[in-house]
């Protein structure tokens, strides 16, 4: 499967995103998702922010609440709603896929297929 995400940009603190992952060769349905962020002169965190598999949504403690994943079947697309946003969640984000379960669904290992990421920047 082939992913690419999209749908970043510049916002305000306190505004709202909704980050994109499209899917080509093969229906997202099949695989685990996640999204990763990678902070300006940081290494990529070591854990997932948000993933879904086999049913279960997992979210980190830095965005729940404030973060939401979701999936659209029809158009082959997952979808990251970012709201309140913080300076702090400026980074490079990033869509994955691996096993539909996924007991490594927290960590980067866990995944077999990454989008190219998509840049959002919250300013204070």
């Known amino acids: 499967v082939q992913l690419q995400a999209f749908g970043g940009g510049l916002v305000q603190a306190g505004g709202s995103l909704r980050l994109s992952c499209a899917a080509s060769g093969r229906t997202i349905s099949a695989y685990g998702m996640g999204w990763f962020r990678q902070a300006p002169g940081k290494e990529r965190e070591s854990k997932v922010i948000i993933s879904w598999s086999g049913g279960v949504t997992y979210y980190a403690d830095s965005v729940r609440g404030r973060f939401t994943i979701s999936r659209d079947n029809a158009k082959n697309t997952l979808y990251l709603q970012m709201n309140a946003l913080k300076p702090e969640d400026t980074a490079v984000y990033y869509c994955?896929?691996?096993?539909?379960?996924?007991?490594?669904?927290?960590?980067?290992?866990?995944?077999?297929?990454w989008g190219q990421g998509t840049q959002v920047t919250v300013s204070s």
């Open positions: 994955a896929a691996g096993p539909y379960y996924n007991r490594a669904y927290s960590n980067p290992r866990g995944y077999d297929y």
